[in-house]
């Protein structure tokens, strides 16, 4: 099992709708959750923080954590054609390292 | 604010070469600075990690060493390439302390081609 999953992708939405990435992770113990949006051809960066179970939002984007479940979840709402990109999770895990997913591809249509 | 550059951007080596990518950040003190590697069609792996000058650990064993000369300056080096070490090579810094890595903040990153 991989130490973060994501759905390679792609993932197309319409402009205007909500996207949904989700990821999963295997360590237990980790404590806190990011994602980093990555441009093709360009360096990730990042976008959210979460480290509490429940919902963060910030402008159109919510992250969201269920630790029981080891599951995260990025939303994007009323996505916009600059919102295509790669989306990377990443689990920092007990060892202190971050770990990243291999991203979802999103392509948002006009 | 803080910033973050290396370089170069772009390059193209035949294998057996010989590499040096440099990175420094401004802004703060003291961070702690990471390389990366993306593979083409693949997640991001660390490579060396390093929390203070001439500290540096390694994540994954090969013919790839970095160096800590000055607290904002982290050097990724290999004295004879190969093919497989093609790559988008990032650096990036944060500054969480206890071993943790918390916010990461990367560079441009560097495309390095083996031929």
């Known amino acids: 099992q991989k130490e973060v999953e994501q759905n390679s992708g792609p993932l197309s939405v319409p402009e205007g709708a909500i996207a949904s990435l989700n990821c999963t992770y295997s360590d237990r113990g980790s404590q806190s959750f990011f994602w980093y949006r990555q441009y093709s051809g360009k360096s990730p960066e990042l976008i959210m923080s979460i480290y509490s179970n429940g919902d963060k939002e910030d402008g159109r984007f919510t992250a969201q954590l269920n630790k029981a479940s080891q599951y995260v979840s990025l939303l994007i709402r009323d996505s916009q054609p600059s919102d295509s990109a790669t989306y990377l999770c990443a689990v920092e895990n007990q060892g202190g390292k971050l770990i990243f997913g291999q991203g979802t591809e999103l392509s948002v249509k006009p | 604010s803080q910033t973050i550059h290396q370089w170069p951007a772009t390059l193209v080596q035949p294998v057996g070469s010989p590499l040096s990518l440099e990175c420094t950040v401004e802004g703060t003190s003291n961070p702690n600075l990471y390389w990366y590697r993306q593979a083409a069609g693949r997640g991001l792996q660390l490579l060396f990690y390093s929390v203070g000058i001439g500290q540096i650990s390694s994540e994954v064993p090969q013919n790839l060493s970095a160096s800590r000369p000055q607290d904002r300056q982290f050097i990724l080096s290999s004295k004879k390439l190969l093919l497989s070490d093609s790559g988008f090579y990032l650096c990036?810094?944060?500054?969480?302390?206890?071993?943790?890595?918390?916010?990461?903040?990367f560079g441009e990153g560097s495309r390095l081609t083996v031929l």
């Open positions: 990036a810094w944060s500054t969480l302390g206890g071993g943790n890595t918390g916010e990461l903040f």
